[in-house]
């Protein structure tokens, strides 16, 4: 699958059959992750890969009033150490660790596997849940694995009204 077809098809998940996700796959889409740009390539992205039913459970009581993530076989908490601002005056974790995610992402969907960005989740708990020490950023969660049902993306802005040429004109 090309990236523009990755990019069109990719959706956010939100109902999964629990099937289990392969080792091989797995490890192709972490793979994904790992050779994304970072800031000055300091790779300060770390990821807690859970499949363990137990850890699974607890981890879903924490992504606030989203039931469907304990349908998800694999969820990926993705972290930072990176503790830099950058010239421009942006936090460089987030923003490495979301082109990382997103490179998972579309990997992810080039294999024909459902995922999700969570956001809503209690940091504090996961935290202690996986053991997380306390100058680890957790920047987000992943639900991923089978599509049980496929759903659309809700639509996007047209292109005129999120882009402007040589000069802000919105
Ligand atoms: C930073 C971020 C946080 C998000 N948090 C959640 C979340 O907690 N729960 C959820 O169901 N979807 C979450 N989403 C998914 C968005 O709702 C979704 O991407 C958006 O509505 C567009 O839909 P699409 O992904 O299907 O194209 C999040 C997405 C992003 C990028």
Redesign the pocket.
């Known amino acids: 699958m090309d990236v523009m077809d990755a990019i069109r098809k990719?959706?956010?998940?939100?109902s999964y059959d629990n099937q289990p996700v392969p080792d091989k796959t797995l490890r192709e889409l972490l793979e994904a992750a790992r050779l994304a740009p970072s800031a000055r390539n300091l790779q300060d992205w770390r990821f807690v890969v859970v499949t363990e039913p137990e850890i699974r459970e607890k981890l879903c009581k924490q992504?606030?009033r989203?039931e469907?993530v304990q349908q998800a076989p694999v969820i990926i908490v993705a972290c930072s150490n990176n503790p830099y601002i950058m010239g421009c005056g942006q936090r460089i974790a987030p923003i490495d660790v979301?082109i990382a995610m997103e490179h998972l992402v579309l990997a992810a969907t080039a294999k024909g596997l459902g995922t999700?960005?969570?956001?809503?989740?209690n940091p504090h708990k996961v935290r202690q849940i996986l053991g997380i020490p306390s100058h680890i950023e957790i920047v987000?969660?992943l639900?991923l694995g089978r599509p049980a049902k496929t759903?659309?993306?809700?639509d996007?802005l047209p292109i005129d009204h999120i882009v402007c040429k040589n000069r802000w004109t919105f």
Do not use: D, E, V
């Open positions: 990719r959706y956010s998940c939100r992504a606030i989203q469907f979301a999700c960005w969570l956001g809503a989740f987000n969660l639900a759903a659309k993306s809700p996007r």
